[in-house]
C-alpha cells in the first residue's frame, strides 16, 4: 500500500472514460459528495484498474441514457464509489457472482458490442 492521491487517480481515468462514453452518445457525470481526502493508502494500480473496468462495463452494456459515477467517505475510514448506469442490469440473483474471481454474468438480451474495451 502506498500513499495515493486520490482525485489524480480520477483525472488520470477520466479522459479514458469520456471517451468511450462520447463514442457512444453517453452521458458521463463523475462527482464527489463532500470533501474527500487528497490522499489515501492504498493500491494504485489495483484501484486504477478496478475503477477503469467497472466504468468500462457500465459504457458497454448502455446503449442510451447516461454513466454516474460518485465517490464519497462512508465513515473517517472508507472512500466509496458507486458507478450507476441506464444500461441492461444484471438481474438480481446474479449480482454476487459479478464480484467473484473471474466472474462473469451472460446476458440473454442482445449485446451490440463487438470487440473489447482494453
Known sequence: MNKVNLRGVFHRLLPFIQLKSQL???????????EIPKVVYTDKRRLMQVLLNLSYNAIKYTFKGEV?????MKDPTTFAVE??????GIEP???????SMFG???KKAV???TGTFS
Open 24 to 34: 457512444k452518445n453517453l452521458s458521463l457525470t463523475v462527482k464527489f459528495d463532500g
Open 68 to 72: 454516474v459515477i460518485r465517490g464519497w
Open 83 to 88: 458507478i450507476n448506469d441506464t444500461g441492461i
Open 93 to 99: 440473483h446474479l449480482l454476487e457472482s459479478v464480484f
Open 104 to 106: 462473469l454474468v451472460e
Open 111 to 113: 449485446c451490440h458490442e
